[in-house]
């Protein structure tokens, strides 16, 4: 799509004027195009996509080249795919899958643009412990594989 770059301001502006942050815009061949937006410290509306879709429409032409758009919320249940949703997530429970496909329990210190910090508690060694240790790590994002909100009710 060679308005991908017009596509991609209009959903920046649109999104800073509304208390939103952009997670990903998705392009496919078929000009099948998804935004994903999530707001610091509200939950995305439907008036936040219904109002981005009419902004974005007003400035990426049809005429030009045709697309389907799409525009929703990061989910709860989906991994973090930016580091804001990251520092959102600051005093939440985690799972993190490092690259290496260790899995931790997690809660989140920090994070700013290279790395997350995190606690976690460590299993004693031996046979029969029971005693745990708090960790505390800083990772950088390239080392994480994924990372999900742990929901509680």
Same mark, same amino acid.
């Given at each position: #799509?060679?308005?991908?770059?017009?596509?991609?301001?209009? =959903?920046?502006? *649109? =999104?800073? $004027?509304?208390?939103?942050?952009?997670?990903?815009?998705?392009? /496919?061949?078929?000009?099948?195009?998804?935004?994903?937006?999530?707001?610091?410290?509200?939950?995305?509306?439907?008036?936040?996509?219904?109002? #981005?879709?009419? *902004?974005?429409?007003?400035?990426?032409?049809?005429?030009?080249?045709? *697309? =389907?758009?799409?525009?929703?919320?990061?989910?709860?249940?989906?991994?973090?795919?930016?580091?804001?949703?990251?520092?959102? =997530?600051?005093? /939440?429970?985690?799972?993190?899958?490092? $690259?290496?496909?260790?899995?931790?329990? $997690?809660?989140?210190?920090? $994070?700013?643009?290279?790395?997350?910090?995190? /606690?976690?508690?460590?299993?004693?060694?031996?046979?029969?412990?029971?005693?745990?240790?708090?960790?505390?790590?800083?990772?950088?994002?390239?080392?994480?594989? /994924?990372?999900?909100?742990?929901?509680?009710?």
């Amino acid at each position: #799509m060679k308005q991908a770059e017009i596509l991609k301001t209009a =959903a920046e502006q *649109y =999104a800073d $004027a509304n208390g939103l942050f952009l997670v990903s815009i998705e392009i /496919s061949r078929d000009n099948d195009i998804d935004v994903t937006i999530d707001a610091d410290s509200r939950d995305v509306t439907l008036d936040d996509c219904v109002g #981005m879709t009419g *902004y974005i429409q007003e400035r990426v032409s049809r005429d030009v080249e045709d *697309y =389907a758009l799409t525009i929703g919320s990061a989910g709860l249940t989906s991994p973090f795919r930016v580091p804001r949703q990251y520092r959102k =997530a600051v005093g /939440s429970e985690v799972w993190i899958t490092r $690259a290496t496909g260790e899995r931790l329990k $997690a809660t989140i210190l920090a $994070a700013d643009e290279d790395a997350v910090e995190f /606690s976690w508690q460590k299993k004693g060694e031996g046979k029969g412990a029971k005693a745990r240790e708090t960790v505390t790590e800083r990772l950088s994002y390239n080392d994480i594989k /994924s990372a999900k909100p742990i929901i509680k009710f």
